[in-house]
C-alpha cells in the first residue's frame, strides 16, 4: 500500500471511531457493564490502527523518498 492509502485507511477508521463515539454518547447509560467494557476495548483496537496506519504511511513517504 502507498501513503496515500494508509493515510486514507486511517482516515476511513477515524470516521468509523467518530461514529461509533456518537451512539455510544446516546446509549450509554443504558448499556450493560459487560458491553461498556467491550466498547472500551474496540475503542482502543481501533486507535492502535489509526496509529499503525499513520506509522505505515510516514514509513512509506520516507522509502518513496
Known amino acids: 500500500m502507498s ?3 494508509w ?5 476511513q477508521t477515524r470516521e468509523s471511531l467518530k461514529r461509533s463515539d456518537e451512539w455510544v454518547i446516546k ?7 459487560e458491553v ?10 481501533l486507535m492502535d490502527e489509526i496509529d499503525l496506519c ?3 504511511a510516514k514509513w ?5 523518498k
Open 27 to 33: 446509549n450509554y447509560s443504558d448499556l450493560p457493564d
Open 3 to 5: 501513503s496515500k492509502d
Open 7 to 11: 493515510k486514507k485507511l486511517a482516515n
Open 36 to 45: 461498556k467494557d467491550v466498547l472500551a476495548a474496540g475503542k482502543n483496537a
Open 54 to 56: 499513520e506509522r505505515y
Open 60 to 64: 512509506d513517504a520516507e522509502k518513496a
